[in-house]
Nanobody, 120 residues
Framework: QVQLVESGGGLVQAGGSLRLSCAAS????????MGWYRQAPGKQRELVAS???????TYADSVKGRFTASRDNAKNTVYLQMNSLKPEDTAVYYC??????????????WGQGTQVTVSS
């Protein structure tokens, strides 16, 4: 009954910004690496950004300098700030949680996704 619920997607013009949120419940959020993935029609799901329990971040080259991942452990929420959006950023964005420690280390959960559409 773990839940990851994404929000904040929508339609935006090229050059605009969106902030995605992923609210987690029924997990020990603070010991999870959180990831943002995206999938466009006809394409593979790809990693966009990740943030570890220690706030170490990783970004895909295509979004580096434009997107910023952050987390608020008190709110069990991870964010993806997306600036300077491009039409090629259009995709369904998914939140992922992977437990780093303990008995369930490596256990993975996915949200259901939120649509981001960037118009030219």
């Amino acid at each position: 009954q773990v839940q990851l619920v994404e929000s904040g997607g929508g339609l935006v013009q090229a050059g605009g910004s969106l902030r995605l949120s992923c609210a987690a419940s029924r997990i020990n959020f603070s010991i999870n690496t959180m990831g943002w993935y995206r999938q466009a029609p006809g394409k593979q799901r790809e990693l966009v950004a990740s943030i570890t329990s220690r706030d170490t971040t990783t970004y895909a080259d295509s979004v580096k300098g434009r997107f910023t991942a952050s987390r608020d452990n008190a709110k069990n929420t991870v964010y993806l700030q997306m600036n300077s959006l491009k039409p090629e950023d259009t995709a369904v964005y998914y939140c992922k949680a992977v437990q780093e420690y303990g008995m369930a280390r490596g256990v993975t959960y996915w949200g259901q996704g939120t649509q981001v559409t960037v118009s030219s």
